[in-house]
Structures are given as C-alpha cells and as structure tokens.
C-alpha cells in the first residue's frame, strides 16, 4: 500500500468534478458503504432462521428497502451528478433505491440480486419470480408458506447468499456492462467507485483496479471512509478520498453547479 493522500479538501473536488466533466464515459460501483452512508440498515443475510421465521423477518426490509418509494437523499444526488452522462453502475446491494432514483434502469446492473424476486431456495429450476402476489399473500394470511412450483422448496429472496443464488434475471445486465467496459477502450473513462469494501472486493474492486491499470484513459476515484488507498501501480490514476459519502457528494454537487457546464 502506498502514502497516498486521501484527505478530503475543495481541491480534491475540484479534481473530482473536472474529471466526471472531461469523462467520456463513467463506471460507477456501488457497495454496501454507500448505502450505510444514505442511512439504509446493512442486510444480516448470514442469519439463520427456519423455514417458518423465514418470511416474517424479510418482509419487513423488503417493505422498508425494495417497496418503499421515498429514496433517501444520497441516492438522488448520485443521480443529479450522473445526469446527462454515459454512465453504467454496477451495485453490490439487493435494495430498490438506485432504481427508484431517477437514474436509467437499463444503466444498472443489481449483481448480486433484487429483494422483489424470489427464487427457489436450492435453486433447482435457474428460474427466479416477481415476489409481488407471495408478499402480498404473506400480509393477509400468517401460516403462508411460498414454495417452489418446481420442486416443492421453500421460496426465498433472490439475493445473493452463497452458491445457490439465481443469477438468470441478472445476466443480460452482466453482458451489458462488460459491453460497456469493452466499449470504452478508446475513451476517456472515469471510474466512481462509492463504498465499496473488503466484503466481497472480488465483485468491484479489484475489477475496477484491474480496468484502471489496463485502460490508458482510465481514472480511478475511489471514495471510501476504510479502505480508500488504492494499488500502487494505480498510483498516478487515482483520486482517493477518504471521506463519507454523504458529506462527498453534496460537495461534489457544489463544485458542479458553480462551475456551470
Ligand atoms: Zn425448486
């Protein structure tokens, strides 16, 4: 790890700003530090619960996370600073706030699942369902027990928690981002990387460190309140902060509008 600096300062935004300006194009990855930086409560998809506490403990976060319309204010500035662009996101998180956003659905790719899905809990069949007519039965009658059509299962959420998770729906979004990354090999790509950790870095980081240290017009902006160092030989193509998103990008937003288009 190098010494790089990582203070958070006007000047630092004023870089930010002038290269999501002069970006041809900007891949953005989510992770789980933005969303605790828009105040939305991390999943605890490691519990263990039975087949009967299942649904009881879900639909709770499903209602308050993937139903809900009001989308905390982090997400709408994400989408005011992205606006007009050719952006593509990438987002480790399984809540519904990105796309009820504003930004473009077609330019965001839910890789690790969506809460308003569900699938088969050993997914036998690759198939994944709108959950909508199960919630909405799970509300009225207690004893509900969604299961799967084809083997008889217990439905859970389609969202990634190990080997079993159903990545059918997600796929073609996965064709479009590397399209979109392979696409971009002439131009000038900034790539946003907003709180993404050490939980699963083999999803966005280390890609997008990959990506930056192949692309010749790739930059990295990495922020992130833990980890915002980025690999040495990325060095030169990087602007790291260290900061909380929720303080960043309000900033970031001020510096936009002073300085007109
Ligand atoms: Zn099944």
């Known amino acids: 790890m190098s010494h790089k600096d990582t203070t958070w300062n006007q000047n630092k935004a004023e870089q930010i700003i002038k290269e999501l300006r002069q970006a041809d194009q900007i891949l953005v990855g989510i992770g789980g530090g933005f969303t605790s930086a828009a105040g939305v409560e991390p999943l605890p998809l490691d519990k263990s619960l039975s087949r009967d506490q299942y649904w009881p403990f879900w639909l709770p976060y499903?209602?308050?996370?993937?139903?809900?319309k009001d989308v905390p204010v982090l997400y709408q500035q994400l989408a005011q600073l992205l606006q007009g662009k050719d952006y593509f996101i990438i987002d480790s998180n399984a809540d519904g706030f990105l796309l009820r956003s504003g930004l473009e659905i077609s330019r965001i790719y839910k890789?690790?699942?969506?809460?308003?899905?569900?699938?088969?809990?050993?997914?036998?069949?690759?198939?994944?369902?709108?959950?909508?007519?199960?919630?909405?039965?799970?509300?009225?009658?207690?004893?509900?027990?969604?299961?799967?059509p084809s083997c008889g299962?217990?439905?859970?959420?389609?969202?990634?928690?190990?080997?079993?998770?159903?990545?059918?729906?997600?796929?073609?979004?996965?064709?479009?981002?590397?399209?979109?990354?392979?696409?971009?090999?002439?131009n000038r790509l900034a790539v946003l990387e907003l709180g993404v950790g050490y939980t699963m870095p083999e999803l966005i980081r280390f890609p997008f460190e990959q990506i930056v240290m192949n692309h010749k017009r790739a930059k990295l902006i990495r922020i992130n309140t833990n980890h915002p160092l980025c690999v040495e030989e990325n060095n030169h193509k990087a602007i790291c902060v260290g900061a909380d998103i929720a303080q960043v990008l309000p900033a970031l937003l001020e510096v936009a509008a002073k300085g007109g288009k």
């Open 62 to 68: 499903i209602d308050k996370q993937r139903l809900n």
């Open 153 to 186: 299962q217990p439905l859970v959420m389609n969202v990634y928690a190990g080997k079993k998770f159903c990545d059918e729906p997600y796929l073609e979004k996965n064709e479009a981002y590397f399209r979109f990354i392979n696409g971009s090999a002439h």
């Open 111 to 148: 890789a690790q699942g969506d809460m308003a899905r569900v699938q088969c809990k050993d997914n036998c069949c690759n198939q994944s369902w709108i959950g909508k007519q199960h919630f909405d039965r799970l509300r009225q009658e207690a004893e509900y027990l969604p299961v799967c």
